[in-house]
């Protein structure tokens, strides 16, 4: 994509009432656009990254022989009384509306009930269990707070799936399976080394749940890890989960983190409470065994900025950064950057061409610091007559001269 | 896809509350999940679909320079204000919620007014336009009533596009560019022969819109149309419209048709209520041009059920069916039709494969009749007997024979 054509622009400022830095970068650089407090808008640069984490969740979910549908904002009342959780005193983020007959309708903050609920009415005996749907869905929270920027917002994007089963074992199987392809998503999105399944607080069906938890200075949890990392529990639990684990607390360490998953066994208790229920193979009637999977799709791009960004803007991992090479063409004459532009889509390579007019070269500079693709070409007079283009990684300090001629093989070797 | 492994079922009797042909199709074969009156949550199938009809529409929109965002559900009142439609009394279809803090916050119902604000954050001078920007959105509308199915929703998915320009000249040529992108749209939708641009109420800056109307029973429109459909014109504005192109009104002829899409020049009536400005060449501050178009996504799905189907179920256009071929593997033996399962996967063909086992034929075929595929392929003792695989277009009365050796050149031949 030609960045002349790119409606969004850089800013040296974030707005002022904003406090997170993965907002600031993120608003600065013109991947996102602040509605209000914890609502933020997708520019193309924006989406482009959430779609790349869509896809790695899709492909992992579809892996695990999960089936992708779409739910829906409005929910009914009725879906949520059974377990008590229309009530805002238990659950206190609902956004809540009526019809124009005052029927009062929900904005989904969940879609635990209305998930179990809709599949009800496509399983009926235990052969159509096991059952995995999952989806990628809006959800509207209406948070007291909303100051960490897309990391907790009112409005955001989640990936929830859910699984039905006629057993507790297959339900604990399948829940072992997910683990497993969780840990993939995080690997592929670059925060794979930095992330614990973590001993979280559970519900009446089992003692704990699991999350998903990121080392990151900007997380809202602490987690206690101990010194090979190899076990990680949330402070919440702390003294339960040592005690059951056997483990000594003291050789645990607190480090901020950021949940960026969280996976729960609901066993029978929301079927009993929702009255679903399977005939076995006897002919009885049991309830169905659920167990749900979310990942924070806004969240993670917001931890990732948070985790790898520098003081001179964002360092997205190649996985999910919109582009994989950031072109620069400096000075007047671009011909030679728009063969190499040419060239390099030609490749398949996923590139954006600075191909500004009037702009110095230290803007451009600046700029491709700020939007943090992994691989800045600059095509100059200087880099021509050093021998071709200079190829410099995000992270690095120096780049290399690489003659125009190996560019594309270079490029491709890299990515 | 195998089908035992979907977790949808056909069922033979919609929900006794529907009443749209559309909805009760898509509800019987699986593709569509009734939450509430204008509520649908969409399965596997119905998925495929929607997402083939953006695709669809992200490419043309891509071809004629629009960039893809994606904007917010939650909307601030003072977004609305400059342009009076905050108010329920302008605007009767607003679902409303508050903040914590009693705040008041709109759902978005459209983006109009939400995108030209966020516009003016990147606009600045005539270098940054014209700019055009477009997502795939849910709108929530309060409708009073809600009974054409997934014709007319209280949630839905739009396409809606917006064009910013200097001056009516480049905003009028853009939005000629874009009716010819939805012409497009409209033939890869496979509706194109019964789509018609036609004149439409107008606003303060023109006189008429355009609405993009298909001729289909269930619509909701009238339009009438002269002998050789080159004049549409909407029954809200035929007096208006004759009048001016100079059409004897007597020619025309009314027909029910559906809108499928709007489009609409503002001018600079938005902008300059909500105070937008550009700044010119000379340093002058002028308001921004604006036009608006939109796609109903879920609206087209639905007319395109309603105009095909017929006493036996749905009928896709090839280019929007969720699966090219339905294979239906009949009797005991499956071994056949699992080699030729796996074989039009290898060759990139897309194929709901009937496996279920226990499933009488004819119960397979009144399935596949309900589901609505291009091409049907049956394998069965008899058809091997006869040589091959049973062929059928889903529109077609009669079958042919195909050895199974051909088979999938046949298929190739056919999509």
Not at 129 to 152: C, D, H, W
Not at 301 to 309: L, Q, R, S, T, W
Request: aromatic content about 10%.
């Amino acid at each position: 994509m030609r960045q002349s054509q790119l409606f969004t622009k850089t800013r040296k400022e974030a707005p002022s009432d904003e406090v997170a830095k993965n907002a600031q970068l993120l608003i600065r650089a013109g991947y996102a656009y602040k509605v209000m407090a914890g609502v933020y808008a997708y520019t193309p640069l924006g989406l482009r990254v959430l779609e790349k984490i869509k896809q790695i969740v899709r492909e992992e979910m579809n892996t695990a022989g999960g089936q992708e549908i779409v739910m829906t904002s409005l929910q009914k009342k009725s879906t949520w009384e059974g377990t008590g959780r229309w009530d805002d005193a238990v659950v206190d983020v609902w956004f809540k509306s009526k019809l124009k007959d005052d029927t009062e309708v929900g904005l989904a903050w969940s879609h635990e009930e209305a998930i179990l609920e809709m599949m009800q009415s496509f399983i009926k005996s235990y052969k159509d269990l096991p059952a995995s749907v999952y989806q990628f869905q809006t959800k509207l929270r209406n948070e007291l707070r909303a100051k960490s920027g897309i990391m907790r917002g009112r409005e955001f994007v989640m990936k929830d799936m859910y699984s039905l089963h006629t057993t507790k074992e297959d339900m604990d199987m399948y829940y072992d399976k997910i683990i497993d392809a969780y840990k993939k998503c995080y690997e592929r999105f670059g925060i794979g080394e930095s992330t614990f399944v973590t001993f979280a607080s559970g519900g009446a069906f089992t003692k704990f749940s699991h999350e998903f938890q990121t080392i990151c200075d900007a997380g809202e949890d602490v987690l206690y890890v101990n010194e090979d990392q190899s076990v990680a529990v949330n402070e919440e639990v702390l003294d339960d989960a040592t005690h059951e684990l056997g483990i000594d607390k003291t050789v645990l360490k607190p480090v901020k983190s950021a949940e960026v998953g969280n996976i729960f066994k609901f066993g029978t208790e929301k079927s009993e409470k929702m009255g679903i229920y399977f005939t076995d193979s006897e002919g009885a009637q049991r309830p169905i065994y659920l167990a749900s999977y979310g990942i924070g799709i806004t969240r993670v791009m917001g931890v990732v900025v948070e985790k790898f960004a520098d003081d001179k803007g964002i360092v997205w991992p190649a996985s999910i950064a919109p582009f994989q090479v950031h072109l620069l063409g400096l000075g007047e004459d671009m011909a030679d950057a728009d063969r190499v532009y040419q060239d390099l889509i030609d490749a398949g390579v996923e590139v954006l061409y600075d191909d500004r007019t009037g702009v110095m070269a230290g803007e451009k500079f600046a700029d491709a610091d700020l939007l943090g693709m992994p691989t800045r070409i600059v095509i100059s007079k200087r880099s021509l007559e050093n021998g071709g283009a200079e190829v410099k990684g995000r992270t690095r300090s120096e780049g290399e001269i690489v003659p125009l001629t190996n560019l594309i093989a270079h490029v491709q070797k890299t990515h």
